[in-house]
């Protein structure tokens, strides 16, 4: 998460545009997916995307082995 927040963050200061992130699956739990959103958000990061596969993810056009 620190190398892809850093990244949108320097995406950020450059852009008046907004920036909308893909955030994974959101870095591991529900402590992890609130660290990660109160970071985004502080640092003005317009949106997050987060994918709401479990781990490990398979490739979601393989049929009968992806829950959600």
Known sequence: MTEYFHAAS????ATQLPIIC???T??????NVQHMI??????G??????????????NSFVPGRQDL
Do not use: H, T
Request: charged content about 30%; overall charge negative.
């Open 38 to 43: 109160k970071k985004y958000e502080a640092a």
């Open 45 to 58: 990061i317009a949106a997050v995307v987060i994918e709401d596969k479990l781990f490990p993810k398979v």
């Open 26 to 31: 959101g870095y591991g739990n529900f402590s």
């Open 22 to 24: 893909d955030c994974d």
């Open 10 to 13: 320097v995406m950020n200061d």
